[in-house]
């Protein structure tokens, strides 16, 4: 079990520019999410997989931002003409059914986008 | 609706001596609640979660956390500081709704100090 697994750890760009994430989940685990943390923050919910399904998105997920798991397995995060309000910490997490409980999500090291 | 609230943005406490970090969280329903903790350009780790099997929650690195209903309460606990345990720490509500939707709420976070 190596973890989740996300790319890059840091990512620099200009404004306007367009940026992609990828998210690799612990394997077999068939649900995986993306959150944002800005600075002094605690996470924020972005969006929900079910296998290759995006069950749920946030009122934070804008238009600018689009989130696939085209074969259940790994991610990817795209931000087109990123802003400087889009630097945070962008963290993937996975887990696996579990019938009767919530399942436990388990966090990747994240992504640090910073736009300058 | 979810919420949680973390009643210290900091403590400060010597090594050897006990940690106390506060949690109040509010929910419709019967709640998970979980506490992660953030080390410095670490992810997430998973300290200990409850679903309502037992009102007291042990878990890793001498943690626990209890489970008052009656005070909406979930603070965590140490008996005893150490230095290793400098970190930040997030407390956690998820509830599972209809929908599937299964996205965690965490509070704002609290940065606990060990001195020396």
């Known amino acids: 079990d190596t973890g989740v697994s996300q790319n890059p750890r840091h990512k620099i760009t200009k404004r306007g520019q367009n940026v992609t994430f990828r998210c690799d989940p612990i394997?077999?685990?068939?649900?995986l999410y993306w959150y944002r943390q800005t600075l002094g923050q605690g996470p924020e919910f972005l969006t929900y997989?079910?296998?290759?399904?995006?069950?749920?998105k946030s009122r934070l997920l804008s238009d600018r931002f689009s989130a696939e798991r085209p074969k259940g397995s790994f991610s990817t995060l795209e931000i087109q003409r990123t802003e400087q309000g889009d630097s945070a910490m962008y963290l993937c997490?996975?887990?696996?059914?579990?019938?009767?409980?919530?399942?436990?999500?388990?966090f990747g090291p994240g992504t640090r986008l910073t736009v300058l | 609706a979810q919420s949680v609230t973390q009643l210290d943005s900091h403590v400060s406490v010597s090594e050897g001596t006990p940690v106390l970090l506060r949690c109040n969280y509010s929910s419709s329903y019967s709640p998970s609640l979980f506490w992660y903790v953030q080390h410095p350009n670490k992810g997430l780790q998973l300290l200990l979660k409850?679903?309502?099997?037992?009102?007291l929650v042990k878990g890793i690195n001498g943690f626990e956390a209890e489970f008052k209903k009656s005070e909406t309460s979930f603070h965590l606990t140490k008996p005893s500081a150490h230095m290793s345990d400098a970190a930040e720490y997030f407390c956690v509500v998820s509830v599972m709704w209809d929908t599937g939707r299964r996205a965690l709420t965490f509070g704002s976070g609290t940065r606990l100090q060990v001195q020396p």
């Open positions: 997490a996975s887990s696996e059914t579990q019938s009767g409980s919530t399942d436990t999500q388990y």
């Open positions: 997989f079910q296998n290759e399904a995006q069950l749920e």
């Open positions: 409850y679903t309502s099997a037992a009102t």
């Open positions: 394997s077999e685990h068939n649900r």
